[in-house]
């Protein structure tokens, strides 16, 4: 059971907006920034957002994070298959003293 | 251009020990935290500790306090994650990643290829 929950799974068509939830506590998402990273099957992790709503270089705009109270989204707009990843999001945790991930969610273009 | 490389894949039986490693390059390695995360089959991110390998500062997730070892070698740029004794849960993909900026405002900008681990008999 991870301590930042995400939906497992999350799908769209070409060239539409979804969002991906992750919610978390005081004590994570609430005191910290959230991170979203990228993984495509077989591959590391990539940063994909930092900091809450901030791209690395070379990450397309069509990737934005947001966060609200104890809760972060990432959103993808202009979803194109190469999107296609699981997608986690990741917090520090005041209480654990650990980094925390989400379980994950796998996206699919349909 | 940044890089971790990490050391290949290994296939290890109960009970014996390891110890794989992560080489950086194109920075200042003894300036950055180098993390380490575990990727079970099929499952998502652990994070297991952090090296400062500056002064070798090493804090370790509780989950995995007293079941792995995290050191640096800064003269050659390489940080390890070490057991003395692998089970077969152990088996995983294991990364490790460069940490950016504080604990509570930071994230992992780099990452290495991985290393398989399977423990089995």
């Known amino acids: 059971q991870s301590v930042l929950t995400q939906p497992p799974s999350a799908s769209g068509t070409p060239g539409q907006r979804v969002p991906i939830s992750c919610s978390g506590s005081?004590?994570?998402?609430?005191?910290?920034?959230v991170n979203w990273y990228q993984q495509v099957p077989g591959t590391a992790p990539k940063l994909l957002i930092y900091s809450n709503n901030q791209r690395p270089s070379g990450v397309p705009d069509r990737f934005s994070g947001s966060k609200s109270g104890t809760s972060a989204s990432l959103a993808i707009s202009g979803l194109q298959s190469e999107d296609e990843a699981d997608y986690y999001c990741a917090a520090w945790d005041d209480s654990l003293n650990a980094w925390v991930f989400g379980g994950g969610t796998k996206l699919t273009v349909l | 251009e940044v890089q971790l490389v990490q050391s290949g894949a290994e296939v290890k039986k109960p009970g014996e020990s390891l110890k794989i490693s992560c080489k950086g390059s194109g920075y200042s390695f003894t300036s950055y935290w180098i993390g380490w995360v575990r990727q079970m089959p099929g499952k998502g991110l652990e994070w297991m500790g952090i090296i400062y390998p500056g002064d070798s500062d090493t804090r370790y997730s509780p989950s995995f306090q007293g079941q792995v070892t995290i050191s640096a070698d800064k003269s050659i740029s390489t940080a390890y994650l070490q057991w003395s004794s692998l089970q077969a849960s152990d088996t995983a993909m294991y990364y490790c990643?460069?940490?950016?900026?504080?604990?509570?405002?930071?994230?992992?900008?780099?990452w290495g290829q991985g290393t398989l681990l399977t423990v089995s008999s």
């Open positions: 990643a460069r940490h950016r900026g504080s604990s509570r405002a930071g994230y992992f900008d780099y």
């Open positions: 005081s004590s994570n998402i609430g005191s910290n920034t």
